[in-house]
């Protein structure tokens, strides 16, 4: 778990060979080429066979968009269909040959769909034609004339125009001087016969225009005569659409039979495509290319056998650049996380802040633990996590990629609320004792509602909050420890001294005169001022350090604790800017008096604020049951299970949203701003995962041809 160690890969070779070097870069898969050397000297047949490949993946990415099918199964679709399954095995010797057989394989596989898409599209031209054309004639149905005549007409014109009733005395007013014709075609609508000298088309055309109204012509090769027109314009409609259900209902039965197929022959299209792009200009001279990039340590050997026909250079990353910043003017180190199964589901949360720096630690086996322990702590049901930790195993084994990822997560904390549900001995809001099935299981295991919510008196919330509290100064003081490790491992003691120590001894006072507080009964200005309260024991800290520790003791000790650890803060910060500027940096803080302020009032209160934000754990707790009280209230009082059905639900889908809301909020606003950078750059394998196909690779070297199969999964 944590992050890859990385190799800088070097390769020099013969330009016009770089398409088989590439082919075993693809095969070696743990790849992140270095994309700032670049040369302007190509390869012509490289350049050839991108074109091939971006022209491949064009050409079935507009037959997978015409049959409107996903990049990956949505939501609702997996849960009552499932995402495709099976992925199709390519077998490839070299970059050159897996496009030669995607090409075969496509020319096979889309000519179905092809011949269905084009139908379908000749099908909708024609049918928008006849539905245009009954659109145009239909007011004018009710006319038997036919309209040939009236444009063979050499000395006059005559037209036939459909307006609004309400217009035929204004039009008659313009044309007065004209012979016009009128045949009521309804309430609304009235058909003009306009008849004039032929120099009188322009103003005819002209008036009838300003009414919004063109000649009525029907197109060429239709009956000409408007009632004969409609009632072929509709026989054709009727006609077409019946056809279009019927190639509709054929292309939907042709794509659920080859969708996986089609999905993998994409996605395969795609990386080759992808692969050719990214490393396309090579640096180095006119006839030789220089290929570089970064590697996983534990692939060197494999790297060393795959391109042994090839000058290699194969070096330490962590000697040629520095571990973030880089060398002038090249990019930071990648990073990649090597978290396994269940661990690695979480990554999606890291990602939400940002992947860590090279060498920085990776926060997602910690997230992993903590995140179903909040999540469980404010959805505490065992009914809800039951059904929650369901649909999470429902989505992990229906779902594919990222949705399956998410039903990892999702079963999780519904696990971590079932075993909360435990703890408070609630299910769909009765406790455990009201269940007959399950009363006698809380009567033999002891922690069953050990913290119980199901009266919500002031001695329970009291103690949901402490609990809280307590988990949430836990939470915190892991943040300040990374900081001062994180500190200690760049080797800045400076930092780690004046202000990571400080700020833990500076917390864990603040935290006792807290505590100080809820022990005297938050008498704040007696336990400092009077000496009554040296017998008082503190929450927390009596009952670990003994009774020496009292409320007395701790209100006269930490003052002066968190005043020495402010001034050793403002001290060292003072000497952080003077070191930055005999260095020739811009010093950070805003001078002596942003020092202080920060120091003095910022953090001290940043600390109160943080820790006091943790208390959401147990305000959602709460929430959640005094959610479901008053459902089981309105149940008991009306008998319906309805409401009790009803209630339940509506509770999990807001409750569940919000503690997603509250639980990702508490990483990203409470614990990462403490220690973590989340400025990464992520390391890109040249073939990325992929979820449809698996690459079989097949290489033999000079020393007796093994073949290897290398898993795009």
């Not at 870069?25 to 080429?33: K, N, Q």
């Not at 971006?54 to 009552?80: C, H, K, N, S």
């Not at 179903?372 to 369901?390: E, R, S, V, W």
């Not at 309260?533 to 701790?554: C, I, R």
Request: contains cysteine; proline residues 4%.
């Amino acid at each position: 778990m944590g992050l890859a160690k990385l190799m800088k890969a070097t390769i020099v070779l013969p330009r016009m060979e770089t398409q088989e070097a590439v082919s075993r870069l693809a095969e070696l898969e743990w790849f992140h080429p270095i994309q700032n050397n670049t040369s302007e000297h190509i390869n012509p047949y490289y350049d050839d066979l991108l074109t091939k490949a971006q022209r491949l993946y064009q050409e079935i990415d507009e037959v997978v968009r015409a049959l409107d099918i996903p990049p990956e199964t949505g939501v609702m679709a997996t849960m009552f269909k499932g995402a495709p399954k099976g992925k199709t095995d390519y077998a490839v010797e070299d970059i050159q040959g897996f496009i030669a057989d995607l090409e075969d394989k496509s020319r096979q596989l889309l000519e179905g769909p092809r011949k269905i898409l084009e139908e379908r599209s000749k099908i909708e031209r024609q049918l928008e034609e006849y539905r245009n054309l009954e659109s145009l004639v239909s007011m004018a149905s009710t006319l038997s004339l036919n309209l040939t005549k009236f444009g063979k007409l050499k000395y006059s014109y005559s037209s036939l125009f459909v307006i609004d009733s309400k217009d035929e005395a204004e039009i008659r007013k313009s044309l007065e001087d004209l012979a016009i014709y009128s045949t009521k075609l309804n309430e609304n609508k009235t058909a003009l016969t306009i008849i004039g000298a032929a120099e009188d088309s322009e103003r005819i055309l002209k008036v009838l225009r300003s009414f919004g109204v063109n000649p009525l012509q029907i197109p060429a090769g239709m009956p000409q005569n408007p009632s004969q027109a409609y009632a072929l314009a509709k026989e054709k409609v009727k006609e077409l659409e019946k056809r279009s259900e019927e190639i509709d209902k054929e292309a939907e039965k042709t794509k659920q039979a080859i969708i996986a197929k089609l999905l993998s022959l994409q996605e395969a299209a795609r990386v080759a495509k992808d692969v050719l792009e990214i490393t396309r200009k090579p640096g180095g001279t006119k006839n030789f290319a220089v290929i570089e990039g970064y590697i996983p340590r534990e692939m060197e050997k494999k790297f060393k056998k795959l391109t042994s026909d090839y000058v290699s250079v194969i070096e330490d990353a962590n000697i040629t650049i520095n571990s973030h910043e880089g060398e002038r003017g090249a990019e930071p180190l990648p990073t990649l996380l090597t978290n396994k199964r269940y661990t690695q589901n979480f990554q999606v949360i890291t990602e939400t802040q940002g992947l860590p720096r090279y060498g920085e630690l990776d926060p997602t086996p910690i997230i992993a633990f903590v995140w179903p322990t909040f999540y469980g702590l404010m959805f505490a049901d065992f009914g809800h996590g039951l059904l929650l930790f369901g649909l999470g195993m429902l989505f992990r084994y229906r779902g594919t990629g990222r949705l399956r990822v998410w039903g990892t997560l999702i079963a999780a904390s519904g696990l971590a609320a079932t075993i909360g549900g435990l703890g408070t001995g609630e299910m769909f809001g009765f406790h455990f004792d009201q269940i007959v099935i399950l009363a006698p299981l809380a009567e033999a295991l002891p922690f069953i509602g050990l913290l119980s919510v199901s009266e919500l008196t002031f001695d329970e919330v009291i103690k949901i909050l402490e609990v809280s509290i307590a988990i949430g100064i836990v939470h915190l003081l892991l943040a300040f420890s990374l900081r001062m490790r994180a500190d200690w491992k760049a080797g800045n003691k400076l930092a780690v001294y004046t202000h990571d120590i400080p700020a833990i001894i500076q917390y864990l006072a603040v935290v006792s005169l807290i505590l100080a507080a809820i022990g005297s009964q938050y008498d704040i200005i007696g336990m400092f001022l009077s000496d009554d309260y040296y017998d008082t024991p503190v929450p927390w800290l009596t009952f670990l350090f003994g009774s020496w520790v009292s409320v007395g003791l701790v209100a006269k000790a930490m003052p002066p604790v968190i005043i020495a650890c402010i001034a050793i803060t403002i001290l060292g910060g003072i000497k952080e800017q003077k070191l930055a500027i005999a260095h020739g940096k811009e010093p950070e803080g805003g001078g002596l008096v942003g020092i202080v302020v920060e120091t003095v009032m910022v953090r001290t209160i940043e600390m109160l604020a943080n820790t006091i934000s943790y208390s959401r754990l147990g305000i959602m707790l709460l929430v959640h049951t005094a959610l479901l009280v008053t459902v089981i209230n309105a149940y008991e009082s009306s008998g319906s299970l309805a409401i009790l059905i009803g209630g339940n639900i509506g509770i999990m889908m807001i409750e569940g949203l919000i503690v997603y809301i509250q639980t990702i909020r508490l990483h990203l606003y409470e614990w990462f701003p403490k220690w973590y950078k989340s400025d990464g750059v992520q390391f890109k394998k040249l073939v990325p995962p992929m979820l449809y196909t698996n690459l079989v690779w097949k290489y033999d070297n000079e020393t007796g041809g093994s073949k290897k199969k290398v898993v795009a999964a």
